[in-house]
């Protein structure tokens, strides 16, 4: 068994079945075609998204009918490119081999250049990191987030490192209602503030927040110290297409994220649903500030 991967080969060298990278690049992050870099992050997402999905489809372990080799063609990549491309196929297959600019397919019966990459990043500063890993740092105001999805394949997990600079955060106080989420601090002293109250944190510690309840987390280096901590979001849909609805109390701001919702609304609009419970049957429309004006909806008698 292995993963064949041709490398902006000739026209004439297209293997039957093969998985089309090289097209589906273009598609998804056309700016940056064999590229792998922080600014196409949620377009690479999407196409690790199909890319797995075409290896399910091809290869495995316990798969009977799967082709040997499983052919993918890929546009000329960068070195973070190949690095990201092999990753995602080294969970489908130990044996990943590359080809460069082949013109003939009789080429391929010679061993290609061993690519595999164990399922293995280090979330340690100074640790081991390869241009795939380099490519997905994001630095700001002198704290820097290590991204490690969507190299950890395309899974319900989404997880990043972030390197808080003392006295800073990297997210506002917030709530989620289709993320589970889990922070392990690495390294460093901080605080959690978590509701309308506040804990210090320190290396070792591990801070939930289940999907369900409500309240509100940030997290905080200390004045004098920075902060290094996992941050683990696990969702039901691993395409990340849930409706979230997302509370940011400091803000006094409630935002709607997910397929068709892109919203804000203002905190204190909310309202308990009690009143329309109660006149459920009638025909009224609500009006911004709360209040309600009586309206003629079908199969409804106008609230009085």
């Not at 798969?63 to 092999?86: E, H």
């Not at 196929?89 to 460069?100: E, F, G, L, P």
Request: proline letters at 6%.
């Amino acid at each position: 068994m292995a993963i064949k991967i041709l490398v902006d080969p000739a026209k004439t060298v297209r293997p039957s079945g093969a998985i089309r990278c090289d097209v589906a690049w273009k598609l998804f992050d056309p700016e940056n075609i064999g590229d792998f870099r922080m600014e196409s992050l949620k377009d690479m997402t999407r196409f690790t998204q199909w890319l797995w999905s075409e290896l399910s489809r091809r290869s495995g372990y316990m798969r009977k009918n799967r082709s040997d080799p499983v052919w993918i063609i890929a546009p000329v990549l960068t070195d973070s490119g190949m690095g990201y491309l092999s990753r995602i196929c080294s969970y489908w297959d130990t044996d990943i081999q590359v080809y460069r600019g082949i013109t003939d397919m009789g080429e391929t019966e010679n061993q290609g250049e061993k690519m595999w990459i164990p399922p293995v990043q280090n979330i340690l500063a100074g640790g081991r990191h390869d241009a795939s890993q380099e490519s997905i740092k994001e630095e700001d105001n002198g704290s820097v987030c290590n991204y490690l999805s969507p190299l950890t394949g395309f899974s319900h997990a989404f997880m990043r490192v972030y390197e808080i600079k003392p006295g800073n955060t990297y997210s506002r106080h917030h709530s989620h209602t289709a993320r589970e989420e889990h922070y392990i601090v690495i390294s460093g002293r901080g605080m959690a503030r978590i509701a309308d109250r506040a804990v210090p944190i320190s290396s070792g510690d591990v801070i939930s927040k289940p999907t369900g309840p409500d309240l509100p987390t940030q997290i905080l280096a200390a004045d004098d110290s920075p902060l290094r901590v996992l941050d683990i979001e696990v969702w039901s849909d691993p395409s990340r297409n849930d409706k979230d609805v997302v509370m940011y109390p400091d803000h006094r701001e409630i935002c709607l994220f997910g397929s068709g919702w892109h919203n804000t609304l203002p905190l204190d609009s909310l309202m308990d649903a009690g009143d329309t419970m109660q006149h459920y049957e009638t025909g009224y429309v609500r009006e911004a500030n709360g209040s309600w004006s009586t309206a003629v909806i079908p199969g409804t008698k106008p609230r009085q």
